[in-house]
């Protein structure tokens, strides 16, 4: 078969039309070009040029071997800068987020590199941990943004993005004050996510590590019902401090600091030995740069 040196040989000649100004094109020495092309020649079994005193020209085969040479050719460029590029291409982004970072950091992040990338088309796909990794195993997605360590999964790899301490969400006329210990918690009614959720997790191993029973009296699908359910007075509910970091006052309910939860960490996983395009990587960048500084 022929290789790429051969295939640039086989072109340069035909088009400069001598060994001699091919060489000077390609910056090569004229017997390694006149080595090659009598090598693809012999392989082929086919003679590409006529030598006369002017130079060289092609054979009728030549001819009709050039054209496949250079689509030949531009395919493997073609097939080199493909590899270079996600599946996705490079004039989108496809991103997954839980709910937490999905309130107010990545609108953010997403609003800044749409100013800066007009063109770029941009995909969210909400769902809870296991679903973004499998989304991002297959190809679906570029990027996951998860909760917790590294998903522990082959062929993913993961980058700690921040840590985002747990605060207390309390409808108004609660009597706690700005401050909460996590024993205080025992005894009072809580609203939670549902299970499946990393926030609530790490919720549940913060509780068993003080020894204090996880019963959440009532279960929502997302951060905005808890909230709305603590408004309503149905209970209190420990919430990731950066998805309310923007919020400001909401009615009828406030956030207090909570003692006794490690701060939670959200990273960005992504699949090994795939090449970040640029959108991506200045995604991951103003991730970092938008995430609220600790009260």
Same mark, same amino acid.
């Given at each position: 078969?022929?290789?790429?040196?051969?295939?640039?040989?086989?072109?340069?000649?035909?088009?400069?039309?001598?060994?001699?100004?091919?060489?000077?094109?390609?910056?090569?020495?004229?017997?390694?070009? =006149?080595?090659?092309?009598?090598?693809?020649?012999?392989?082929?079994?086919?003679?590409?040029?006529?030598?006369?005193?002017?130079?060289?020209?092609?054979?009728?085969?030549?001819?009709?071997?050039?054209?496949?040479?250079?689509?030949?050719?531009?395919?493997?460029?073609?097939?080199?800068?493909?590899?270079?590029?996600?599946?996705?291409?490079?004039?989108?982004?496809?991103?997954?987020?839980?709910?937490?970072?999905?309130?107010?950091?990545?609108?953010?992040?997403?609003?800044?590199?749409?100013?800066?990338?007009?063109?770029?088309?941009?995909?969210?796909?909400?769902?809870?941990a296991p679903k973004l990794v499998e989304a991002l195993k297959s190809g679906e997605i570029d990027l996951a943004l998860l909760v917790g360590p590294a998903p522990g999964e082959a062929g993913i790899a993961h980058e700690v993005l921040l840590e985002s301490a747990v605060d207390l969400l309390v409808p108004d006329g609660d009597r706690t004050g700005r401050e909460v210990a996590l024993e205080r918690l025992r005894d009072r009614?809580?609203? =939670?996510?549902?299970?499946?959720?990393?926030?609530?997790?790490?919720?549940?191993?913060?509780?068993?590590?003080?020894?204090?029973?996880?019963?959440?009296?009532?279960?929502?699908?997302?951060?905005?019902?808890?909230?709305?359910?603590?408004?309503?007075?149905?209970?209190?509910?420990?919430?990731?401090?950066?998805?309310?970091?923007?919020?400001?006052?909401?009615?009828? =309910?406030?956030?207090?600091?909570?003692?006794?939860?490690?701060?939670?960490?959200?990273?960005?996983?992504?699949?090994?030995?795939?090449?970040?395009?640029?959108?991506?990587?200045?995604?991951?960048?103003?991730?970092?740069?938008?995430?609220?500084?600790?009260?």
């Amino acid at each position: 078969m022929a290789d790429v040196p051969a295939l640039e040989t086989f072109i340069a000649v035909a088009r400069a039309g001598s060994i001699v100004r091919a060489a000077e094109r390609l910056g090569r020495t004229q017997p390694s070009l =006149s080595a090659r092309l009598a090598a693809l020649e012999e392989a082929w079994g086919t003679r590409l040029f006529r030598r006369h005193a002017r130079g060289m020209s092609l054979t009728p085969e030549g001819t009709r071997l050039l054209p496949l040479a250079e689509a030949a050719l531009e395919g493997l460029a073609a097939l080199d800068r493909a590899a270079g590029v996600p599946i996705s291409g490079l004039d989108e982004l496809r991103i997954g987020s839980g709910d937490a970072l999905g309130r107010e950091l990545v609108p953010a992040a997403v609003a800044k590199l749409l100013e800066e990338t007009r063109s770029l088309s941009i995909r969210i796909l909400e769902g809870p941990a296991p679903k973004l990794v499998e989304a991002l195993k297959s190809g679906e997605i570029d990027l996951a943004l998860l909760v917790g360590p590294a998903p522990g999964e082959a062929g993913i790899a993961h980058e700690v993005l921040l840590e985002s301490a747990v605060d207390l969400l309390v409808p108004d006329g609660d009597r706690t004050g700005r401050e909460v210990a996590l024993e205080r918690l025992r005894d009072r009614r809580l609203v =939670s996510l549902q299970r499946g959720s990393g926030f609530r997790r790490h919720l549940e191993e913060a509780f068993a590590a003080a020894g204090i029973p996880f019963r959440p009296a009532v279960e929502v699908g997302n951060l905005s019902l808890v909230r709305r359910f603590v408004a309503a007075g149905l209970g209190v509910a420990p919430v990731p401090a950066i998805a309310f970091a923007r919020d400001g006052a909401q009615a009828r =309910s406030r956030r207090v600091r909570l003692r006794g939860v490690p701060p939670v960490p959200y990273g960005v996983a992504r699949r090994s030995g795939v090449p970040l395009s640029d959108a991506a990587a200045r995604f991951i960048t103003l991730l970092k740069a938008g995430k609220p500084r600790p009260a």
